[in-house]
Nanobody, 123 residues
Framework: QVQLVESGGGLVQAGGSLRLSCAAS????????MGWFRQAPGKEREFVGA????????YYADSVKGRFTISRDNAKNSVYLQMNSLKPEDTADYYC????????????????WGQGTQVTVSS
């Protein structure tokens, strides 16, 4: 069983930056591909990006490509989401998730989820 805890959310002005962290415990972290998702009020949970086991491959939603960067430190059992040039439409609860078998950007493909951290971008 893998436990995931996100941190780093908050309130930021448009154009600003935030770095989210996700700490994992209870499993072999390097065995999991890690994803970031977000969910705005009244909307479905959407894929933000993912990073593969060794960190060599990353994937991003078109809406964040070029602005967000995912990285991981397997020695620290952690994954990060660096968010730059934030926009009001990035406002959402952000979740990290883990999967042993990456199958694409679908939430259903992930086995473990954190509780989320809130990001609010003011205009």
């Amino acid at each position: 069983q893998v436990q995931l805890v996100e941190s780093g959310g908050g309130l930021v002005q448009a154009g600003g930056s935030l770095r989210l962290s996700c700490a994992a415990s209870g499993g072999t972290f390097s065995s999991y591909a890690m994803g970031w998702f977000r969910q705005a009020p009244g909307k479905e949970r959407e894929f933000v990006g993912a990073i593969m086991w060794g960190g060599g491959s990353t994937y991003y939603a078109d809406s964040v490509k070029g602005r967000f960067t995912i990285s991981r430190d397997n020695a620290k059992n952690s994954v990060y989401l660096q968010m730059n040039s934030l926009k009001p439409e990035d406002t959402a609860d952000y979740y990290c998730a883990a999967t042993a078998y990456y199958s694409g950007p679908h939430p259903q493909g992930y086995d473990y989820w954190g509780q989320g951290t809130q990001v609010t971008v003011s205009s």
